[in-house]
């Protein structure tokens, strides 16, 4: 099971590069934290499209929507860096990915440069 990131998903539901790999990953059994899905759900309506269609074929999946700990919090405050191009909602995907063991697939060619991060040892693939 994979943990998306918000990039995935927006990459799935706009048919953009990558969007097979999301497919596949959510037929296998996938998840997302809470922030991320909002995210998606953010982006979807500042786009003028319809959100409850997005969250109905993406419920169809069985995306499982995974809460916020309190322990994916501290993590995420942990992975902050000044001028970072990590946003809260990379820093959630990411303590939720750790939290589970599971690898994470994201759309931000960005997150490559992980390396240096504390607790990015986990699996990140970057989908397009």
Same mark, same amino acid.
């Given at each position: 099971?994979? $943990?998306? @990131? =918000?990039? =995935?998903?927006?990459?799935? !539901?706009?048919?953009? &590069?990558?969007? &097979?790999?999301?497919?596949?990953?959510?037929? /296998?059994?996938?998840?997302?934290?809470?922030?991320?899905? /909002?995210?998606?759900?953010?982006? $979807?309506?500042?786009?003028?499209?319809?959100?409850?269609?997005?969250?109905? !074929?993406?419920?169809?999946?069985?995306?499982?929507?995974?809460?916020?700990? *309190?322990?994916?919090? &501290?993590? =995420?405050? *942990?992975?902050?860096? +000044?001028? /970072? =191009? #990590?946003?809260?909602? @990379?820093? #959630?995907? #990411?303590?939720?990915?750790?939290? #589970?063991? *599971?690898?994470?697939?994201?759309? @931000?060619?960005?997150?490559?440069?992980?390396? &240096?991060? +504390?607790?990015?040892?986990?699996? $990140?693939?970057? $989908?397009?």
């Amino acid at each position: 099971m994979s $943990v998306l @990131d =918000a990039s =995935a998903l927006l990459a799935f !539901l706009q048919g953009e &590069d990558g969007a &097979d790999l999301v497919e596949q990953a959510l037929i /296998s059994g996938a998840c997302c934290s809470a922030a991320n899905w /909002s995210e998606v759900a953010q982006k $979807v309506l500042a786009s003028g499209h319809n959100w409850e269609l997005a969250a109905t !074929l993406l419920a169809t999946y069985g995306l499982d929507i995974e809460p916020v700990t *309190r322990e994916d919090g &501290d993590l =995420a405050a *942990r992975l902050w860096r +000044p001028g /970072s =191009a #990590l946003s809260l909602g @990379d820093r #959630l995907c #990411l303590a939720l990915g750790a939290r #589970l063991g *599971r690898p994470i697939l994201t759309g @931000d060619r960005q997150w490559a440069a992980l390396g &240096d991060v +504390p607790g990015s040892a986990i699996e $990140v693939v970057i $989908v397009r």
